[in-house]
């Protein structure tokens, strides 16, 4: 109704608002109609309070400039707030590092800043970030993990080192004979090998090559990724007259054996002598198996200054 003006006082009277109680004071009261009905407004003479929902049906306008905000306090109360000195959920941004924050900028902060891993304090399970596109989402990558990719991937060519040692030395004899290596530093079974006198993988040589047991106790060494890989002996002998000395890089294929390379040494004297072998091969369908095969004419002695190494090269990046 637009007025009450002509109306009759008991056809109107229950359109009109009135305090529930008493004259309006201190104290917050209920609105009522004149009915008596509760409506979702309190009044006091310096509050206003609603039981019910606030509902805007106008457009509201919008700031991108305006820093100040509406907020309910624990007991209700709008109360405003300045969210450029005072940003929800704290009075202040606190950053962990490496995240740095200044005012209201938030980055990682320099390299240079955070404490520095070392090749000789960085160890195989420290982790880096990093987004996994097929998921769309972060994960981590170990050290050894990424090493191991990275050389075995193809994507990149990393040269890694596969160093073997004879387990002992040996006399040899007339026939051909596989040299048997140490254990690979590290291992579990035993604990007791070292670098100095074991076998050692360099970078992420674990990997692809490994000692196998053929006719003796680690005397093959697999091939187990598809890759080139290069493979030098060196090779020491003791004699005591002037045998004839062969040495060869033998892979020990079920399928098709094949000396890969051969070198016969005559001595023409007592005494130590070297052998020096390189050969390449390029593994197509992996595993293989190669062997250091040793023969003399009369009895030599094989020193532990021998080494067998086989390098990953890596497959070719075109």
Known sequence: MATLSGTKIKDTFSLLLKMATSAASSAEQVVQDGAGNNTALKLSTDTVESTGDFKCTGTVSTSTTDVS???????????????????IGTTSVTANSPVGATGSTIGLLAASSLSQL??????????FLIY??????????????LSDFVVNSGATVVPNLFLARPEATSSIGTANTFVGFA????????????????????????????????????????????????????VEYITSGTPTITTQIFLNDAASPEVLMNNKLVTTAAG????????????????????LRVSSTTAATLTKQTSFTVTNLGNAVT
């Not at 905000?69 to 707030?81: E, K, P």
């Not at 076998?199 to 598809?226: P, Q």
């Not at 130590?272 to 062997?291: G, Q, R, S």
């Open 69 to 87: 905000a509406l907020m309910l306090s624990s007991t209700g109360v709008f109360v405003q707030r300045n969210l450029s000195t005072n940003p």
């Open 118 to 127: 070392t090749e000789s304090t960085a160890a195989t399970t420290d982790k």
């Open 132 to 145: 996994d596109q097929s998921a769309s989402a972060y994960k981590y990558i170990t050290l050894v993990d």
């Open 183 to 234: 254990e690979t530093n590290g291992q579990l079974s035993t604990g007791s090998t070292s670098a100095a006198t074991s076998c050692v993988a360099f970078g992420g040589a674990s990997a692809s090559v490994t000692t196998v047991d053929a006719v003796g106790i680690r005397d093959n060494l697999r091939l187990s990724v598809a890759s080139m890989y290069e493979i030098k002996a060196s």
């Open 272 to 291: 130590t002598y070297t052998v020096n072998l390189t050969y390449y091969l390029y593994v197509t369908t992996a595993p293989k198996d190669i062997a």
